[in-house]
């Protein structure tokens, strides 16, 4: 069964920098063959898509963080990650991460900024 481990959240101030990581597990699947999204939910909101690399490593920055995060990954360890910079109180959510294709969802990692 396919796992998804969100880590790396934390409280920082804003204007500060957090990376999240998110590792698959349990899967044949290599995160380089298929893509990989950064969702987050804050209190009383849907989640929406941040962020997603393509298979081919095409990104896709959502326009509330774009040039503030950015996504990447490192395919020998099978992990997508997060970068947060610049980060304001409207960024704090739960962060979570799944296969764009869909299918289950980890526990998430918890990020608040202070303003």
């Known amino acids: 069964q396919v796992q998804f481990v969100e880590s790396g959240g934390g409280s920082v101030q804003a204007g500060g920098s957090l990376r999240l990581s998110c590792v698959v597990s349990g899967s044949t699947l290599r995160i380089n063959n298929i893509g990989i999204d950064w969702y987050r939910q804050a209190p009383g909101k849907q989640r929406e898509l941040v962020a997603r690399i393509t298979p081919g490593g095409g990104t896709y920055h959502a326009d509330s963080v774009r040039g503030r995060f950015t996504i990447s990954r490192d395919n020998t360890k099978n992990t997508a990650y997060l970068q947060m910079n610049n980060l304001k109180s409207e960024d704090t959510a739960v962060y979570y991460c799944?296969?764009?294709?869909?299918?289950?969802w980890g526990q998430g990692t918890q990020v608040t900024v202070s303003s």
């Open positions: 799944r296969f764009s294709s869909g299918g289950s």
